[in-house]
């Protein structure tokens, strides 16, 4: 079982930046995938950005150039530092990893609004 706790999320004005910590817990692989998905109200779950144990990135084009996804495996943590956001960067962000099989944090709320 691995266990996910995200952190990080908040109120913050366009333009402004936030970053969202995530960090695992249990039985981790060595070789593994994790990552960040948001929804927002009314839409359905979508990719933000995923990083392997190896360090391949993949992004949402919505979020490149704004976006960076990093992690620090000896605290099996990523990090999703976000630049420049947009009102239609508010969701609820969900961490998400792939140690066998895939787990999902509970989520936090970012509001991007003035």
């Known amino acids: 079982q691995v266990q996910l706790v995200e952190s990080g999320g908040g109120l913050v004005q366009p333009g402004g930046s936030l970053r969202l910590p995530c960090a695992a817990s249990?039985?981790?692989?060595?070789?593994?995938?994790m990552g960040w998905y948001r929804q927002a109200p009314g839409k359905e779950r979508e990719m933000v950005a995923t990083?392997?144990?190896?360090?391949?990135?993949n992004y949402a084009e919505s979020v490149k150039g704004r976006f960076t996804i990093s992690r620090d495996n000896a605290k099996n943590t990523v990090y999703l530092q976000m630049n420049s956001l947009k009102p239609e960067d508010t969701a609820v962000y969900y961490c998400?990893?792939?140690?066998?099989?895939?787990?999902w944090g509970k989520g936090t709320l970012v509001t991007v609004s003035s």
């Open positions: 998400y990893g792939y140690f066998g099989m895939t787990y």
């Open positions: 249990g039985t981790i692989f060595s070789i593994n995938v």
């Open positions: 990083i392997t144990s190896g360090g391949n990135t």
